[in-house]
């Protein structure tokens, strides 16, 4: 009686499965009305990269394809662009960063490059600086030649090479000020330096940005009596 059930129902689900009619009704699509939908990827214009970057009277403009140069009188720097954007020199002289196509990377390179390009220009033209503060007894900075030699609570001095480019200056042996027009080899320098001694949250010791605030913490409390 079993084997008879088993039987049945295979024979069942069998029928089923081709489609026949034996109570249960299936139903087939045919397979040339079957298409799938691709949503489009609508990319938003950066705010930042349609803005347009202003070119001083000071600063020289040259571009040949996607490699600009620009010189000023602190310097030169050089920057080539991905093939996802393009930058245009406007007829009143400024720049303009715009995309060569519409995905989703040229999208975000947009606004980077913009913003690479307006520190190239502000850089040649007027500088950068960056600062930094030593905190903690005995901590202290000095300059010897082309290196700056840091006493940051180590058995040994700390001696680090000046690159070229770069102008550091000491002022009263715990305030660093770091110049130049490339902003990244700035902002490069000064994190090596901090990278020493990072301040810590107890007692505020170590290498700081002179605009950096460090959250606090509390010390662990003395054992109650």
């Not at 700390?158 to 490339?182: F, H, W």
């Amino acid at each position: 009686m079993a084997s008879s059930v088993i039987s049945f129902q295979t024979s069942n689900l069998r029928s089923a499965f081709l489609g026949e009619r034996n109570g249960i009704c299936v139903s087939s699509i045919p397979i040339s009305r079957v298409c799938l939908v691709r949503k489009a990827v609508e990319c938003k214009e950066s705010r930042i990269g349609k803005q347009l970057i202003q070119v001083p009277s000071n600063v020289t403009i040259t571009l040949e394809g996607q490699d600009l140069k620009v010189k000023g009188p602190l310097g030169e720097l050089a920057l080539t662009y991905p093939r996802e954007v393009k930058v245009d020199k406007e007829e009143s002289g400024m720049l303009r960063v715009r995309k060569a196509v519409e995905t989703r990377r040229a999208n975000q390179m947009h606004g980077l490059f913009r913003t690479l390009t307006d520190n190239m220009v502000v850089g040649v033209s007027k500088g950068f600086d960056k600062r930094l503060q030593l905190v903690g007894v005995g901590y202290r900075a000095m300059l010897e030649g082309k290196d700056l030699v840091l006493s940051l609570g180590f058995s040994h001095p700390v001696r680090m090479a000046i690159p070229e480019g770069i102008q550091v200056k000491v002022e009263e042996n715990t305030r660093i000020v770091v110049s130049g027009y490339d902003k990244s080899a700035i902002g490069q320098f000064a994190a090596s330096v901090r990278k020493w001694r990072p301040p810590e949250p107890y007692k505020g010791k170590g290498v700081k940005y002179a605009d950096e605030i460090i959250r606090r913490k509390e010390g662990k409390a003395g054992k109650k009596k």
